[in-house]
């Protein structure tokens, strides 16, 4: 069992900065792919990045790459989120989840954190 818990999120305005952070608990995180997802208000969720267990290995939805940065510290179980160059359209819930190398794929998700961009 794996539990994700999201905060950093927040109001900023656009051209702002956030960092979420996503503190996982198990033992199995060192070994799990993780990702950020994200749903605006009337929307689907969508991909925003993922990283290997290791962190040597990401990838970034076309709509942030450039601005967008995932990493994790295994040491902490925590991955990251960092955002920067933030638009309106960024404005979403974002959720954080795990992949622990099953059928199920990301079998695992947080609560979320709203981020909010005003222009």
């Known amino acids: 069992q794996v539990q994700l818990v999201e905060s950093g999120g927040g109001l900023v305005q656009a051209g702002g900065s956030l960092r979420l952070s996503c503190a996982a608990s198990?033992?199995?995180?060192?070994?799990?792919?993780m990702a950020w997802f994200r749903q605006a208000a009337g929307k689907q969720r969508t991909f925003v990045a993922s990283i290997s267990g290791s962190g040597g290995s990401t990838t970034y939805a076309d709509s942030v790459k450039g601005r967008f940065t995932i990493s994790r510290d295994n040491a902490k179980n925590t991955v990251y989120l960092q955002m920067n160059s933030l638009k309106p359209e960024d404005t979403a819930v974002y959720y954080c989840?795990?992949?622990?190398?099953?059928?199920?794929?990301?079998?695992?998700w947080g609560q979320g954190t709203q981020v909010t961009v005003s222009s």
């Open positions: 198990g033992r199995t995180f060192s070994s799990s792919r």
């Open positions: 989840a795990a992949d622990l190398g099953s059928a199920a794929g990301y079998a695992y």
